[in-house]
């Protein structure tokens, strides 16, 4: 009986001990995670925006008939290069002959009575001394000539009328460029009087100019005061106007293989819309780009000064605001809070949030939270991705919206 009292306490202690053993194991310690990380540096980018326009031709002008009378013929073919004085129509020119043709005879009919009177004055100044005839009849022989000469100057007036509405007869192109479809049948009866009637009269044709192309867009006056005043602080540094550079972005979203320059900024503000006009000229030598078209074109205004290029996917974004996590001194995940509208080589343009050494987490973000340790190595990128200039709203619609 002895002997079984002292295996009783032993046995206890030996299963206190073993549950003792087991409340200090606890449950396995998760691994510290790992994160990819790049260290950012201040560096300058392309200040670029981009928005889009409207193609114009470089020169467009209207082919109207000056002079009335029934279209005879078309003398070129639709869609074609044209010259300068290239004749393109012609116009029935029997009435505007006629025309021609009874100033010419009123002329002549004017200018024998100019001589006859004339040879009369110049034979009765001859006979003055002489007492033949009076200084009265002199004088009116002198007042005959002056009216003669007024009305061959008259005439000659009408002649030239005549010569040019007949010439308006024949409709030529007042420019080098594409003459297109002809508005009017032959056989139609075209014109509005027997004048030079200018854009009053019947349209034939629009004959343009295309190996330069203008384009025309806007941009917000709120945004260019915004830049004049970062350029007064240096973080920006505009372009003159004749070295801002206009990319036109092809409907397959390609990019077209010459640049344009901006060579018109309007001096006021749209009341309505509250936006400037701008205008790019943009090379056309192939005509692949043709007035009408609406594009998209991103516009390089100059530089902006010490950002940060951050890749596309450190960059988050929650009702706060566009926000970045970094490795803190002491080995923990910090958030910091970033402006970051902008976009270049696919990556963010960050202009405020950061600081120079900063280790900005890029891969390995979904395994950490701010406030919890993490373990950093260099990122290294997948491959390489083509450089494409642009802003926020242009990368796969993403965009990071400053802080407020």
């Keep these: 009986m002895k002997s079984s009292f002292l295996h009783t306490p032993v046995l206890c202690l030996s299963l206190l001990a073993l549950a003792a053993c087991g409340k200090q194991q606890g449950p396995p310690k998760m691994p510290t995670p790992q994160v990819g990380v790049i260290t950012v540096q201040p560096e300058n980018a392309p200040l670029t925006k981009d928005t889009s326009g409207r193609l114009s031709p470089y020169y ?115 420019i080098d460029g594409i003459a297109g479809q002809q508005q009017v049948t032959v056989g139609a009866t075209v014109g509005n009087g027997t004048s030079d009637v200018g854009s009053g009269g019947t349209l034939l044709t629009t004959v343009q100019q295309i190996d330069q192309l203008y384009v025309n867009f806007t941009t917000s006056a709120a945004d260019l005061s915004m830049l004049q005043q970062a350029q007064s602080k240096g973080s920006v540094a505009l372009s003159a106007q004749n070295k801002t550079t206009v990319q036109v972005i092809l409907p397959d979203g390609s990019k077209y293989d010459q640049l344009g320059t901006l ?99 890029v891969s390995g973000l979904q395994g950490v939270k701010e406030g919890s340790p993490a373990q950093a190595s260099p990122w290294q990128p997948a491959q390489a991705t083509p450089a494409k200039a642009g802003s926020a709203s242009g990368q796969n619609g993403q965009s990071a919206s400053s802080k407020q």
């Design 60 to 174: 467009s002008a209207n082919v109207t008939a000056r002079v009335s009378g029934v279209l005879l013929k078309r003398n070129y073919t639709e869609g074609s290069a044209v010259k300068q004085g290239q004749l393109l129509f012609e116009i029935d020119p029997a009435y505007y002959q006629t025309q021609l043709n009874t100033a010419l005879s009123i002329l002549a009919q004017d200018q024998a009575t100019y001589t006859n009177a004339r040879v009369t004055a110049e034979r009765d100044h001859k006979l003055i001394p002489k007492g033949y005839v009076s200084q009265q009849q002199v004088d009116n022989d002198d007042a005959a000539v002056r009216t003669a000469a007024a009305k061959v100057q008259a005439d000659q007036a009408g002649v030239a009328s005549a010569r040019v509405n007949l010439g308006y007869t024949k409709v030529t192109s007042p």
């Design 263 to 361: 060579d018109f900024s309007d001096v006021s503000v749209n009341a309505t819309t509250g936006a400037v006009n701008l205008r790019a000229l943009v090379p056309n030598p192939k005509h692949q780009l043709l007035p009408g078209m609406y594009i998209t074109l991103t516009v390089n205004l100059g530089q902006l000064n010490n950002v940060f290029l951050v890749p596309q996917q450190a960059l988050l974004r929650d009702s706060a605001g566009a926000y970045a996590l970094a490795m803190g001194p002491d080995g923990k995940v910090v958030r910091k809070d970033v402006s970051a509208s902008d976009s270049y080589n696919n990556k963010w343009i960050v202009t405020s949030g950061l600081s120079a050494g900063d280790q900005v987490i």
